[in-house]
C-alpha cells in the first residue's frame, strides 16, 4: 500500500508541472484504448466525453465522463464489460488528451478528449486493427 500510494502522489506532483504519459494495462477502454498504449494526461478541467484517469477504491482507471450532476459523474469503460459507476469530482485525477499506439504503421497520436469532434474520434475508432484474438 505504501509504494502504491508514494506512485499516486509522484504522479499527481507530475501533474502540478504538466502533462505526463502513462502505458495502458487494462481492458475497459477497449477498444479506443488497448493495453500498452500511451497515453498523455493532462491537469485540466473535465467536461463530458473526455476520457479520465479516475480514482475507483484503490485503484486507477481510465474511463469516459458520460455525464455530470453538480459535483458527481458517471463515469464507465468503452466496452459493456467495463459497467457503469458515479465518482466525487475530487476522483477525477486528469485528463487524458492523446493516445499512442506504437504498433500502428505509422505511430501517431490521436486525440482521445472531447475537444476532438464526434467525427475525429470514430475516425480514430475506426483505424484500430481488428481484434486477432480468436482461438
Avoid at 504522479?11 to 484504448?33: D, F, Q
Amino acid at each position: 500500500m505504501r509504494h502504491e500510494e508514494t506512485s499516486r502522489q509522484r504522479l499527481r506532483n507530475s501533474l502540478s508541472r504538466g502533462a505526463v504519459e502513462i502505458r495502458t494495462r487494462g481492458r475497459a477502454m477497449r477498444p479506443l484504448l488497448e493495453p500498452g498504449d500511451r497515453v498523455r494526461l493532462e491537469p485540466r478541467a473535465p467536461t463530458v466525453g473526455d476520457v479520465a484517469l479516475v480514482e475507483i477504491g484503490q485503484r486507477l482507471v481510465l474511463h469516459r465522463l458520460v455525464r455530470r450532476r453538480g459535483p458527481t459523474w458517471w463515469v464507465r469503460g468503452e466496452n459493456d464489460a467495463a459497467g457503469i459507476g458515479c465518482i466525487h469530482q475530487e476522483q477525477i485525477v486528469a485528463i487524458a488528451t492523446e493516445r499512442l499506439r506504437e504498433a500502428n504503421e505509422p505511430a501517431r497520436w490521436l486525440r482521445l478528449d472531447a475537444s476532438a469532434t464526434r467525427s475525429e474520434r470514430l475516425r480514430a475508432w475506426l483505424r484500430q486493427p481488428a481484434d486477432s484474438d480468436t482461438d
